[in-house]
Every structure is written in C-alpha cells, then in structure tokens.
C-alpha cells in the first residue's frame, strides 16, 4: 500500500511539474479537413495569436477523412499532454450517433475530449452557382420534386456537417438529393464552382467572397433569423421548412488533460480570440467570433449534440453513393 501512494504521490508531482513547464516545445493544432473550409479558416489565425501567449509555436497539421472522423479520432487517442489539440467543427457531435445508426462501433465518444472554447458560431446557407438555373428556393424544391435523386450537392464527406444540413432540410422539404461527398469544405466549394455538382451547405465564411463576387447565389439560411451579412437571404423557417443548423468551430484536448494544462490553454485561446489580429482575421472572412470559456462551452455543446442526434435518428441510416 505504501509503495502504492509512493508511486501515486511521484506520479502527481511529475504531472506538476510537467504542467508547470507547459508549454516546452511545439502544440499541434489538428485540424480535421482540408485547407480552405471553416476550422481551417479560424484554426490558422487563431494558432498564430495563441503562440503570442505560449511562447511556442502552434502548428496547424490538416488530417482530412471520413467527414473529419479520422483526424478527429486521431486527437481522441492522442497523449493527453496538452501538445496536441484539436480545432474541430460541430460534426464531432455527429459521427458517434451516425455510427450506431449504421451499426458500428464509434471511432470516439464526446467524453473522450476536454472542451477549451467556443471560438465562432455561424448558421449554414443554401448555396448554388449564380449561373445556375436556381434564383430562389422554390426553384431548387421544384425541381429537386420533379426529378427525385438527379439534383446532386457536394459535401466535406458522409455525415460531415454540411451533409447533415442538407439531408434536414430535404427532410423537411419532402424531397430526394443525390449526395456527392468530399475530404472538406474546400474541395466542396471547388466542385460547386467547377460545375460538378448543383448545390452546397456552407458557412457564410467559406461562401460571402464567392457571393459577393457573383460565382454564387444564397437561397435560404439555416438560421432562427436571417443573417447580418446576407439580410436578403431568407431563412428556411420563414420560407416554412423546418430546417435549422450551425456550424460551430471549438478547440478541445484529450480528455485526460490535467487540469492546470487546460487552464493554460484555455488562456491562450481567451487571449488569442480577443487580439486585434485574429478580430481582423475574422472580419476579413466575414466570421462573427462567439466565444465561450469551457464551463460555458460544455453547455453550449451538450445542448447542440443533442439536438443533433434527434436529427440524425429522423434521418436515419444515409447511404454513402460515391
């Protein structure tokens, strides 16, 4: 029993001391898509803000697949010792219910992670290519009701946020889409652009450059009130399909994580969403920053899962058809 709490007392007094020396080389910062979708987006400036405060470097490592499952899961498994963190989406809430849907066993649980914060919070739009045949959302439900399954729409993979999104609303439409799923956002912007595919969820940061530039046009938001940025775009609940989806970006660490390692984490980020530079980032890329600490962040995402998973359990088992 001694040697017991002996080795107990070492191993606290060795946890302390690493946490005191936190940080003292590197953090990898995962991010679980390919560049160029929304957790990249904020992931890169906020990275760069945080080294300000701990006095390391934060490198932004892209580990795209599975809609974000695998680098997500990566992240779950990895050493809970604060020098790899994970920049992830509301997806994370997703693929453990869409796995038990399909009757596998989930590559990782919510539990598996320690929340840092909340860094933004943005509603999804309906967006198609401005030169398309769609100028409102009657159009593209029309259609998509006159041919069942033909109207197809690219998304960052299976179970990915925007597939989610899209496959509510046609839900809630009453209408049939053919899903065509990607490594990310990215790469689903790209294949909307290049013809490809007819349709696409995205967030406005990955989209408002796109519309504004007139290669894109947004039908209808998934938000409870019409977006500051796009107040021509109606939402799909005003249009009468109940349809309502964000795509939220947060940093989380293993679960394990000791506590005084959390806290400078949670630090760095506070500091970094706070920091003129990251502001300026966020406003270049028409993102509105939507912080919240840990404690409120767990709230924030315990009460977004489950909605979620409600939403998953309407949809049911979705076939992946590529």
Same mark, same amino acid.
């Given at each position: 029993?001694?040697?017991?709490?002996?080795?107990?007392?070492?191993?606290?007094?060795?946890?302390? /001391? %690493? *946490?005191?020396?936190?940080?003292?080389?590197?953090?990898?910062? $995962? =991010?679980?898509? #390919?560049?160029? @979708?929304? +957790?990249?987006?904020?992931?890169?400036?906020? /990275? %760069? *803000?945080?080294?300000?405060?701990?006095?390391?470097?934060?490198? $932004? =490592?892209?580990? #795209?697949?599975? @809609?974000? +499952?695998?680098?997500?899961?990566?992240?779950?498994? %990895? *050493?809970?010792?604060?020098?790899?963190?994970?920049?992830?989406?509301?997806?994370?809430?997703?693929?453990?219910?869409?796995?038990?849907?399909?009757?596998?066993?989930?590559?990782?649980?919510?539990?598996?992670?320690?929340?840092?914060?909340?860094?933004?919070?943005?509603?999804?739009?309906?967006?198609?290519?401005?030169?398309?045949?769609?100028?409102?959302?009657?159009?593209?439900?029309?259609?998509?009701?006159?041919?069942?399954?033909?109207?197809?729409?690219?998304?960052?993979?299976?179970?990915?946020?925007?597939?989610?999104?899209?496959?509510?609303?046609?839900?809630?439409?009453?209408?049939?889409?053919?899903?065509?799923?990607?490594?990310?956002?990215?790469?689903?912007?790209?294949?909307?652009?290049?013809?490809?595919?007819?349709?696409?969820?995205?967030?406005?940061?990955?989209?408002?450059?796109?519309?504004?530039?007139?290669?894109?046009?947004?039908?209808?938001?998934?938000?409870?009130?019409?977006?500051?940025?796009?107040?021509?775009?109606?939402?799909?609940?005003?249009?009468?399909?109940?349809?309502?989806?964000?795509?939220?970006?947060?940093?989380?660490?293993?679960?394990?994580?000791?506590?005084?390692?959390?806290?400078?984490?949670?630090?760095?980020?506070?500091?970094?969403?706070?920091?003129?530079?990251?502001?300026?980032?966020?406003?270049?890329?028409?993102?509105?920053?939507?912080?919240?600490?840990?404690?409120?962040?767990?709230?924030?995402?315990?009460?977004?899962?489950?909605?979620?998973?409600?939403?998953?359990?309407?949809?049911?088992?979705?076939?992946?058809?590529?």
């Amino acid at each position: 029993m001694k040697r017991m709490l002996v080795a107990a007392a070492l191993g606290l007094c060795a946890a302390a /001391a %690493a *946490a005191q020396d936190y940080p003292s080389r590197p953090i990898t910062m $995962v =991010v679980a898509f #390919p560049p160029g @979708g929304v +957790a990249d987006i904020v992931g890169r400036p906020l /990275a %760069a *803000a945080m080294e300000k405060t701990l006095k390391q470097p934060v490198l $932004v =490592v892209n580990r #795209p697949g599975a @809609g974000g +499952a695998t680098g997500t899961a990566s992240v779950a498994k %990895a *050493a809970p010792d604060g020098y790899t963190i994970l920049m992830t989406l509301s997806s994370i809430s997703i693929f453990p219910v869409a796995d038990r849907i399909n009757g596998r066993p989930p590559a990782y649980e919510l539990k598996d992670f320690a929340p840092i914060a909340l860094v933004t919070a943005d509603p999804t739009v309906l967006v198609v290519r401005a030169d398309g045949p769609y100028k409102t959302l009657k159009d593209f439900v029309d259609a998509a009701k006159a041919n069942p399954g033909k109207i197809n729409y690219s998304s960052s993979g299976v179970y990915g946020t925007l597939h989610v999104a899209m496959e509510i609303f046609a839900h809630a439409a009453g209408i049939k889409l053919f899903h065509v799923p990607y490594q990310g956002g990215g790469p689903a912007v790209t294949a909307l652009l290049g013809g490809q595919v007819e349709a696409l969820a995205s967030g406005p940061a990955a989209a408002i450059g796109q519309i504004k530039a007139g290669k894109m046009r947004a039908l209808a938001a998934w938000s409870d009130k019409r977006i500051p940025m796009m107040p021509d775009v109606p939402t799909f609940k005003e249009l009468g399909y109940d349809a309502e989806f964000y795509i939220w970006s947060g940093v989380v660490a293993p679960a394990a994580t000791p506590q005084p390692i959390l806290m400078r984490l949670r630090q760095a980020v506070r500091e970094a969403v706070h920091s003129a530079e990251f502001k300026a980032a966020m406003d270049k890329v028409a993102t509105p920053i939507a912080y919240l600490d840990a404690p409120e962040f767990q709230k924030y995402w315990e009460r977004d899962a489950a909605r979620l998973a409600v939403a998953l359990e309407k949809i049911g088992r979705v076939e992946d058809k590529k």
